[in-house]
């Protein structure tokens, strides 16, 4: 448990198969010198394995408002933490793929020091950040100030409205969008926000149709290649994984919740050991490809836990000693700090609305003001 939120352990086992499902889709890397079309993937995994990142979004709106829910909810503590959740370990995955990206397949042209310092930030980029995954990270980053601006005014319905309102303008409206489309995948963080306010109403849902109507609606989506519909099947499966009756101590469902803990460090830290497995084939029977590709995924597995208990863990633990009231701060400059962080957390939600939507770069209305 940390910071004072029991863990729910189905939540856990969510983001495990989440991020199992992306490392999967990611795992060709690991095997890209043997020819095209000699290996047995796991097709669903292969072809749809990408939705994990959708996944995420969904549970990550579950657990905002989990944490928003507390009666010790600040914006300030708030922020404080998703930015030790978030950005220190980001940079340890960051760094390390600059050194070894550089090392096995030299520079790329668009990899300068200038894309470098300002992925970091995890601000909106006009293409893909340096590290390609932190893309999702860039939406995870808006959405937790959305919620930092939304929640203390509005409270949870009124983030669902915001939410829902910026997911039809992205459906309906052809919206004028920076590369980013940030409005695109509010509807995956609304899934999860509306999974927490109705959890009282879906607990009295026997679980197993919960699941069924799940994997109906994903089914039909992957079948009619209509992925707007994705967000009603995540609303299922966030319920469902929720409501799950596990014991955490199981042969089965004890591994599968170490994987959930450690699911952002797997999710940050695979691309670049895919990036280090064998490179070189020549020689190798075809039927190897499959253990490198296995074996290549149960070491991300490995490093990434040992990364959670190692790293993540106690960075973690330091952003929230920071925002105890054990902490020795003069309680009169609380308030302060508290309305400061709000106000900056305004003005970055602000920059990025600005930034994505209305001044995109590529937009003629931009081009002619320019002009």
Not at 54 to 63: C, D, E, K, L, P
Not at 133 to 162: C, D, K, M, N
Not at 295 to 301: A, D, E, H, P, R
Request: net charge neutral.
């Amino acid at each position: 448990m940390l910071g004072g939120i029991v863990k729910l352990y189905g939540l856990q086992i969510a983001r495990g198969v989440a991020a199992l499902g992306i490392v999967y889709f990611h795992s060709w890397v690991a095997i890209r010198g043997y020819p095209a079309n000699t290996s047995f993937p796991i097709l669903p995994l292969r072809d749809w394995g990408f939705l994990g990142v959708n996944f995420f979004f969904a549970i990550s709106g579950f657990v905002i408002c989990l944490v928003a829910s507390r009666p010790d909810f600040t914006v300030g503590s708030f922020v404080v933490k998703r930015a030790f959740r978030i950005y220190p370990m980001y940079w340890v995955a960051l760094f390390a793929f600059v050194r070894i990206g550089h090392s096995t397949r030299g520079p790329v042209e668009s990899e300068t020091w200038s894309n470098l310092l300002y992925s970091a930030t995890l601000l909106p980029t006009n293409g893909m950040p340096y590290l390609d995954v932190a893309w999702s990270l860039q939406h995870e980053i808006f959405f937790y100030l959305i919620a930092a601006v939304t929640i203390p005014l509005l409270a949870l319905r009124g983030l669902a409205i915001l939410l829902f309102a910026s997911a039809a303008a992205a459906y309906w409206f052809d919206l004028p969008e920076h590369s980013l489309p940030i409005s695109h995948y509010h509807a995956d963080f609304l899934a999860g926000v509306l999974a927490f306010l109705l959890r009282k109403q879906t607990a009295r849902v026997p679980n197993v149709f919960t699941l069924l109507i799940g994997c109906a609606i994903l089914f039909g989506s992957i079948e009619t290649n209509a992925f707007a519909g994705f967000p009603f099947a995540a609303f299922m499966f966030v319920t469902w994984f929720v409501n799950l009756k596990i014991d955490p101590r199981g042969p089965i469902f004890s591994p599968l919740i170490k994987l959930g803990d450690a699911s952002y460090s797997l999710y940050l830290l695979h691309p670049i050991i895919f990036l280090l497995a064998l490179r070189d084939f020549d020689g190798l029977p075809l039927w190897t490809q499959e253990p490198i590709r296995w074996g290549s995924i149960l070491v991300c597995c490995g490093l990434s836990y040992w990364t959670w208990k190692a790293f993540e863990t106690p960075i973690i633990q330091t952003g929230e000693a920071l925002t105890r009231t054990e902490i020795e701060l003069d309680i009169a400059i609380v308030p302060n700090v508290e309305k400061s962080i709000a106000q900056v957390s305004a003005c970055l939600t602000l920059f990025v609305f600005a930034r994505c939507i209305l001044f995109p770069l590529h937009t003629p209305l931009f081009l002619a003001l320019r002009g």
